[in-house]
């Protein structure tokens, strides 16, 4: 077969198979409609990754949604232990129910013991959690996704896997987003509705818990800086460009840490998946790992942290990184933002038009004189030119649509689309 009838033969499958799940779709809502209630699934793979707590809250709280949440953990990760830990010291905290995972026991049976209509999902990849729990076994119901990250990228990985063409509603941030979808998609796009960033509602509360920050009782005034390092730092485990400069950061800014003892605070918030990177790296491992990690939990003046992140955004004076998802999140906290790259033009060549214009909101750092110069003036001296651009970007794409919060346009989407 030539490549042009094996290109014509892929899209008539893939047309028919999307088709034939959009049919689907609509006989599982047509036989919905006006059930009460409806059973909700959420699932919680990690607390990095839990993205519907409000969405939930509100659910909770109404009659017509019987709502559950899942924990199971994501089978790549090498702490998957941790991960539940997390995850259940969370909700036991908020006295929320959630149904646990055994790493002894057999997995819970979700469509037997709770027969959802709707399950959301915590990331869009097939063969992430166990047989029983992976998406792969509930595309005959209305599976939903609303990602974890402000997504900048564009391609078949933000926008054209399997699971973006099956679902039955993808909640996308902006319309620009959308775009992307309709241009990339196989679908087309057909799925998504906008309803804004998952983390909005908890960014724009405006109620913000500043005991995050480690107390250093020594009478000194110290700024707060956040330093949050991706984890891609081998580059054959990305189909991506390479993004993480971490291991020639690594000894740097616990230098960094020690020269501004006096007037710095840093918190090293790692991706959830560097430490994993790490213990696989032939020069690192588990051991100079954990001791690394460890030197940030015990300096007077820094701390690590691995889960949550909105109060310590959102409590702090400024932010160096390199992760594609904070060039936009942390705009939320009108804050200055330095993103490391020594080569930012292949990351740029995977951006969307969203994700191109949010870069042009940070200021660029490629060596350690760039750090320490942002750390200098901008930070330090409050000297920070690109405020009001940071502020004009913000009321153009971070406010949610409808002059709502992103969980009520949720609610609002699936009431209408069930008529509940």
Known sequence: MNIVAKTLNYLWLHGWQYRATERRHARLVERLKGKYPVSVVFMAIDLAYWRYQHLYELMAADERFDVHIVLSPCLERQHKEQDMERLRQYFRHRDIAFIDYDFQQKP???????????????????????????????????????????????????????????????????ELHRKEAQQVADNRGRNVRVVGYANADDYLCGHYDEKVWKQVNDGRQRKRIIWAPHFSIIEKNSALPPRSNFLWMAPLMLTIAQKYADRLQIAFKPHPSLLTQLYQHPDWGQQRTDEYYRQWQTMDNTQLEAGAYTDLFMTSDAMIHDSGSFVVEYLYAHRPVMFISKNLKPILDTQ???????????????????????????????????????????????????QQSVAQNIIDDLTEALSL
């Not at 004189?369 to 971070?398: G, S, T, W």
């Open 108 to 174: 819970f049976d979700i469509r037997g013991q709770l027969n959802p209509d709707i399950i959301f999902f915590a990331q869009p990849y097939e063969h992430l959690l166990c047989r029983e729990h992976d998406c792969l076994n509930f595309y005959d119901r209305l599976t939903c996704y609303m990602p974890y990250a402000f997504w900048t990228s564009t391609g078949k990985l933000s926008y054209n896997l399997h699971f973006h063409n099956r679902a039955w509603r993808l909640y996308y941030s902006t």
């Open 352 to 402: 969307s038009e969203f994700g191109r214009k949010a870069y042009e909101q940070s200021y660029i750092g490629q060596t350690e004189a760039d750090i320490c110069q942002f750390i200098d003036h901008v930070v330090l001296a409050n000297e920070d030119p690109m405020h009001a651009q940071r502020q004009q970007f913000f009321e153009n794409y971070l406010l949610p649509p409808g």
